[in-house]
């Protein structure tokens, strides 16, 4: 029979017990706890890696790495928000939100649509590197690539951010300046290849004539002169016109057209004088009449706008080809530096088209023109519409410079010279733009994409309902490369 004592051990053997197994149940649980952690942990270097060291897709014999891929999906999704920005909530976008889910077309989502342009720039890229590499054309893109990081550094200053993390924001979560740095050269590469293949293909004067005579409506401009009548047609209390009857509206437009035939009879000295109109800047039926080859001088119409319940009364005055020209400056650009002070070190500097060079490499934020000395060449008169191009295209001289203010940037302006005629330039342009637009497709036609683990939906001929969670995609694809 036990005793007091023997019970007593014994229960102190049974709790001892009891706390060597909790305590190795909570040793367990911590080292389960440990290896979960280290796994998470150890999951964002592998990701990290695989991203920017395993292919993504393939375009035609270059492998596309996620970082890589990201960014191309990125600059195509910005550039979008950028150039539409003010119109994209009537177009049902909202960047914000997850693109996969919302709907660009029947079938088709934004995501899907900004991926299948990133992979049309990037077969065009390639096969320009490709190109350019077969050709041996070298190109170095040192100056552009330091005004890039200059614009970064600049935009994530303005942004509250570190150039770290606008590197993400910007370009995918992968992305730093190291991750790119191939890519951001290779795309300086290929744009410099194709402004060369442009210069090469840009039509000779016989082609631009050619052109001109086959569409000359298109080039031409007109002298008329216009007045405008309008129908009165009764409104309500409250000064709509909306309620009128059918009757009421006929009636009005009665009496404006014989209103506009009797102003036809004085058009020649009443009528508003237009000088140098083109037809695309008319309306249709306005500009269809005028640029009809059947017109002579001093003839007279009037056209009704049934929809406007007016009527308009035109002289046709004469038609020719403008010798307006373009011009060519060179542009500061500044929101930092003042223009009277920059003025006032290109005057100490020598006050010549190199001294002012300099200044635009010292002071410009134009990333687009500040490598090529702030060039901008054979501008139109109608490209733009401020106290710059009315400067511009003022009475000037090569060597005349001004600095302007706008909406808070500063611009100071050296002018060069005229150009070609303004028509020749549309012209060159077009033509030119057409034969690289065949270029690109020859160069790309037999570059092929390839995505054997199916990660764009935009490729499959019959796309999924769901697309899968990008985390969860990287999570397997972690398998998937730890498994191979």
């Known amino acids: 029979m036990a005793t007091k004592y023997d019970l007593k051990m014994q229960r102190r053997r049974e709790a001892e ?27 964002i270097p592998i990701n990290s890696y695989i ?77 320009l590197l490709d190109a350019a590499k077969a050709e041996g054309f070298t190109y170095d893109v040192t100056k552009d690539v330091e005004t890039y990081k200059k614009t970064v550094q ?13 590197y993400k924001q910007t370009y995918g979560k992968y992305a730093s300046e190291k991750s790119l740095k191939t890519f951001v050269e290779e795309g300086y590469l290929a744009n410099a290849y194709y402004q060369e293949m442009s210069e090469r293909k840009a039509p000779a004067d016989a082609e631009i004539e050619s052109y001109y005579k086959e569409n000359s409506a298109d080039y031409d401009v007109v002298d008329y002169h216009f007045t405008e009548v309008a129908a009165d047609i009764p409104a309500d209390e409250n000064g709509s016109t909306a309620n009128a009857s059918e009757e ?17 009879k004085v058009i020649g000295e009443e009528g508003v004088v237009n000088v140098g109109k083109s037809r ?46 373009t011009a060519s400056v060179r542009v500061i650009t500044t929101m930092t530096a003042t223009g009277e002070d ?21 002071y410009s934020d134009d990333t687009y023109s500040v490598n090529k ?26 060597g005349d410079t001004v600095s302007i203010d706008e909406n808070g940037v500063t611009y100071v302006l050296y ?31 037999a570059v092929e994409v390839s995505d054997p683990k199916g990660r764009l939906n935009f490729m499959k001929e019959k796309p999924e309902e769901s697309v899968a969670d990008d985390t969860v995609e990287e999570v397997n694809d972690t398998t998937e490369e730890v498994t191979e």
Request: charged letters at 30%.
């Open 17 to 43: 017990a009891r706390e060597k197994r909790q305590k190795a149940i909570a040793k367990g649980i911590g080292i389960l706890i440990l290896v979960v952690i280290v796994v998470a942990i150890a999951m």
């Open 51 to 127: 991203a920017k060291n395993s292919t993504y897709i393939t375009v035609g014999d270059h492998a596309v790495t996620k970082v890589e891929f990201d960014y191309y999906y990125n600059m195509a999704k910005n550039d979008y928000v950028n150039t539409y920005g003010n119109y994209l909530a009537y177009m049902g976008l909202d960047i914000t939100q997850d693109l996969g889910k919302q709907e660009y077309s029947e079938g088709v989502t934004w995501k899907d649509y900004f991926e299948e342009r990133a992979v049309e720039s990037l077969k065009q890229n390639k096969a």
């Open 154 to 166: 600049s935009a994530a200053k303005s942004s509250n951010v570190s150039v770290g993390d606008y």
């Open 248 to 264: 009421e509206i006929q009636k009005a437009m009665e009496i404006a057209k014989a209103n506009a035939k009797e102003a036809e």
């Open 280 to 325: 695309s800047s008319l309306l249709t039926r306005i500009g269809d009449w005028l640029f009809d080859d059947a017109r002579v001088e001093n003839e007279t119409t009037v056209i009704e706008d049934e929809d406007s319940h007016k009527y308009y009364v035109v002289q046709f005055d004469k038609r020719y080809l403008s010798d307006k020209k």
């Open 342 to 362: 920059i003025l006032a070190e290109y005057e100490a500097t020598g006050a010549n088209e190199d001294a002012f060079i300099a200044l635009v490499e010292k």
């Open 373 to 398: 000395g702030g060039l901008y060449k054979e501008l139109s008169s109608d490209s733009m519409d401020s106290e710059v191009s009315a400067w511009i295209f003022d009475d000037r001289k090569s």
């Open 415 to 445: 002018y060069i010279g005229q150009g070609r005629e303004e028509w020749k330039k549309s012209i060159s342009d077009t033509l030119g733009n057409e034969a690289m637009n065949v270029y690109m497709d020859e160069i790309t036609g």
